[in-house]
């Protein structure tokens, strides 16, 4: 069964930074390109950034550019999101998820999300 | 950046009639188009894929269609548990976008 595992939000300050992790299990982690995407507290859903099975391609939305950086270790089967310079506007859940399958398209598998909170 | 424009921002129909859903891209997307559906207080789940392709598990009153510009979802006899919010989202560039969404209430 796949799962997809969030961690690491929580309260921070204005200015401040977060490490959010995503632990992957029941499919073969490293032939597949990742995502992160966040929604605001009663708002829609936000593309963040994109990086592929072995690094090589890592893309950011022009909102989060510069300030967050994407990373995985396919050793350790696990994505993660370093977020500094946070801003209040950054508050969200944030959704670690799948791309599906080469020749198919969207997002496949997702987790359950965890909560970035920026405030002071 | 290609902007997504889902329409009607809520949509409201009574269980068992047909609700139709529709998303315009600001230029074209192909067919590199995904349809999700989210309820509250749970993840988006990916319904379709390609513009019209039913992901795994979908059942088949859902249905999507267009290419290009002009995609529409379409939900052929509405069951209790379809009511949520829907999202298109495109694929074919970066930065990849998603619509707003659509509710779907029950009328």
């Known amino acids: 069964e796949v799962q997809l595992v969030e961690s690491g939000g929580g309260l921070v300050k204005p200015g401040g930074s977060l490490r959010l992790s995503c632990a992957a299990s029941?499919?073969?982690?490293?032939?597949?390109?990742m995502n992160w995407v966040r929604q605001a507290p009663g708002k829609g859903l936000e593309w963040v950034s994109s990086i592929s099975s072995s690094s090589s391609y890592i893309y950011y939305a022009d909102s989060v550019k510069g300030r967050f950086t994407i990373s995985r270790d396919n050793a350790k089967n696990s994505l993660y999101l370093q977020m500094n310079s946070l801003r209040a506007e950054d508050t969200a859940v944030y959704y670690c998820?799948?791309?599906?399958?080469?020749?198919?398209?969207?997002?496949?598998?997702w987790g359950q999300g965890t909560l970035v909170t920026v405030s002071s | 950046e290609i902007v997504m424009t889902q329409s009607p921002a809520t949509l409201s129909v009574s269980p068992g009639e047909r609700a139709t859903l529709s998303c315009r891209a600001s230029q074209s997307v192909s067919s590199n188009l995904a349809w999700y559906q989210q309820k509250p207080g749970q993840a988006p789940r990916l319904l379709i894929y390609g513009a019209s392709t039913r992901a795994t598990g979908i059942p088949a009153r859902f249905s999507g269609s267009g290419s290009g510009t002009e995609f529409t979802l379409t939900i052929s006899s509405l069951q209790s548990e379809d009511f949520a919010v829907y999202y298109c989202?495109?694929?074919?560039?970066?930065?990849?976008?998603f619509g707003q969404g659509t509710r779907l209430e029950i009328k």
């Open positions: 989202q495109q694929y074919n560039n970066w930065p990849r976008t």
């Open positions: 998820a799948r791309d599906s399958a080469a020749g198919k398209g969207g997002c496949d598998y």
């Open positions: 029941g499919f073969t982690f490293s032939s597949y390109s």
